[in-house]
Every structure is written in structure tokens, then in C-alpha cells.
């Protein structure tokens, strides 16, 4: 059989072809490293002696000088680093060679349909967030005021925190009304001297003016809703002293007695005290302060501090033990 034309036969010596390449094998070229070594029949073969054999093939298959990636002929058997200029021109260099998508038009090419854009001038301002980052959210309707908006959700809260005021305030000042001018069939401010000496008060010079002052001073500020946990508290020392005189002047429990019953004391020591805890509401001269809506510590200590007071103005204006008769007191 005649050999094919143009094709060179195997010399002796040389290395036999290499075994054909696996399915799935990326495909591999001497050009991809120009260090890389090769495994042939004959052992290791650089990237060096390849690229020159197969540049001698191709000089011979062709017959002719001929241009191999753009060199002359005579400069096809140079070393390959030689060649690294002539490998760089095949290299992608376009928006066609590299795959781009060539549907999307560039800035250049829109530029001039945007208005003033030519010029560098716009027409609207630009927004206050960059290009490429995502614009802020509007806030939805009422998020201005948290505060406002916890507010609205109280309901009736205030109007019955409001009713709860006038009647603290206005039973106060009535009693108060009466003890200072006589008032409402009250004793005057004789009267009421009269009757704290007799039932063992000392000092009635001074009782009598901080109780009148207690109950006419606290009442106002409770109706009004101002400085509420000051106001409520001097309300509530006051009506403490109330219940432990009248408790102390018979041994035993006189919450339903007939004569000193605390009944009313009672209720009211009960009222004055939510007053401090729960605050004025919005209803109130107190409306922009914390404890108008929601009283914490201040309160607390608020409701502490009249006990207090009252306990002390107790022993040293009067003295004697108002719980004699009661549970362990006997």
C-alpha cells in the first residue's frame, strides 16, 4: 500500500504517537504551560523540544516558508519564548471574541439620548443614594412618633385615669374647704384645732396647717394632673394619718364600726395609691412627663415616701400604737 501524500512516515527513533485522550478530558496544549512537561513513549519531554518538533513538521508538511501564528519561517524553530508575542495576538481582545452580550448597549452609545447628559448637566436632580445601592424604604404611615403611637392604643385609659383625678381631688379639697373656712357645715379652722387636741394629737399649732395644706394643695394638683406622684402622695400620708387616728381610738379593727369606721379611709388610701402607680394619663399638665403614662421607679418611690411621712408625722405628733387590738396587736 502507498503511504498518503503529504504525510510523513515514522522515522526510526521517535517517539511513538501518544495514546488517544480520555472522554471528558479537557483538551491540552503545550501553550497552555510552557513549563509543563509531557509523558511520551520515551520518557519526560519538555514544552521546549514539542514546540520544535512539531514546528519542524509543519515547515515540512507545507512545503513552502510559510506564516505559523503570524512568524516568518525562519523564525519557527526559535525557542518558545520567543513566541509569546505571536501567541498574544490570537488572545481575545474584543466584546465578539469574549462572549460578551452584545445586546445591551454601552454608556457611549445612549449617551447622547439622555438629556444634558452630553453636556454634564442633568435636568432633575439626582437621587441622595448611589446607583448601585438599593434606596431606602418609605416609612409606612404613623412610624414618626413611637411614643404617639403607643398612645393611641390606650383606649379609654385616660378619660377614666381623668375621672379617677376629680374624684380624689374634689373629696379632698371638699374636706379641705371645710376644715379651713367652714365651709359645707365644716368646723373652721378653730373647730378642727379643737378636735385634734382632744383626740390626742400634740402640737395642733402645726398639724392642723399641714393638714389643711395637704388636703387643699394636694386636691388642686391631682384635679390639674401636675406634679401627680408628689400631689397624690401627700394625699395619701394625709389620709393614712386619718385612718391610724381613727383606728387607734377604740382596740380592734374599726373598718365597719359604727362611730370611727375607717370605711371611707380606706377606700381612699386604696384610690390615692393606683393614682401613683398608673399616673395622670394624657389628660393632665403632667401629659409630656414619663410618669403621665407609664410611672416606674419614681413612682414607686413616690408611694414610699408618703408611708413614710405618714408613719413618722403619726409617732411624733401623736404617738401610740393604731393597730392595738388587731391580729397579733392585742
Request: glycine share 12%.
Amino acid at each position: 500500500m502507498t503511504n498518503k501524500p503529504n504525510e510523513p512516515s515514522a522515522a526510526a527513533g521517535e517517539a511513538t504517537p501518544a495514546a488517544p485522550r480520555p472522554a471528558g478530558e479537557p483538551v491540552r496544549s503545550p501553550f497552555d504551560s510552557p513549563t509543563e512537561q509531557f509523558t511520551t513513549s520515551s520518557g519526560v519531554q519538555t514544552t521546549e523540544k514539542l514546540t520544535t518538533e512539531k514546528l519542524t513538521q509543519a515547515t515540512e508538511v507545507l512545503g513552502k516558508p510559510s506564516d505559523v501564528l503570524g512568524q516568518p519561517a525562519a523564525k519557527l524553530t526559535s525557542p518558545p519564548e520567543k513566541l509569546s508575542h505571536a501567541t498574544e495576538r490570537t488572545l481575545p481582545r474584543t466584546d465578539e471574541e469574549l462572549g460578551l452580550d452584545l445586546d445591551v448597549p454601552l454608556y457611549s452609545q445612549v449617551k447622547n439620548a439622555i438629556p444634558g447628559a452630553a453636556n454634564g448637566t442633568t435636568t432633575e436632580p439626582s437621587p441622595t443614594y448611589s446607583f448601585a445601592s438599593i434606596p431606602p424604604a418609605p416609612a409606612a404611615p404613623g412610624e414618626g412618633n413611637g411614643r404617639r403611637r403607643r398612645d393611641d392604643r390606650r383606649g379609654t385609659l385616660d378619660l377614666g385615669l381623668l375621672l379617677l383625678r376629680l374624684v380624689i381631688g374634689g373629696t379632698f379639697i371638699y374636706h379641705g374647704l371645710q376644715k379651713l373656712t367652714g365651709w359645707f357645715h365644716g368646723p373652721g379652722l378653730d373647730g378642727i384645732r379643737t378636735s385634734m387636741e382632744s383626740g390626742g394629737w400634740k402640737h395642733v399649732n402645726l398639724a392642723a396647717p399641714m393638714l389643711i395644706t395637704g388636703e387643699l394643695g394636694g386636691g388642686v394638683l391631682v384635679v390639674l394632673g401636675l406634679a401627680t406622684p408628689l400631689a397624690a402622695g401627700a394625699l395619701l400620708a394625709v389620709i393614712l394619718d386619718a385612718w391610724m387616728w381613727k383606728q387607734g381610738m377604740v382596740p380592734g379593727f374599726q373598718y365597719s364600726a359604727k362611730t370611727n369606721s375607717v370605711e371611707l379611709d380606706s377606700v381612699m388610701v386604696g384610690l390615692t395609691t393606683a393614682l401613683i402607680l398608673t399616673g395622670p394619663g394624657r389628660y393632665s399638665l403632667d401629659r409630656n412627663r414619663a410618669w403621665s403614662t407609664r410611672p416606674f421607679l419614681g413612682s414607686l418611690a413616690a408611694f414610699v415616701a408618703a408611708v413614710t411621712a405618714a408613719i413618722l408625722v403619726y409617732v411624733y405628733l401623736h404617738g401610740g400604737n393604731p393597730l392595738t387590738g388587731i391580729g397579733p396587736f392585742k
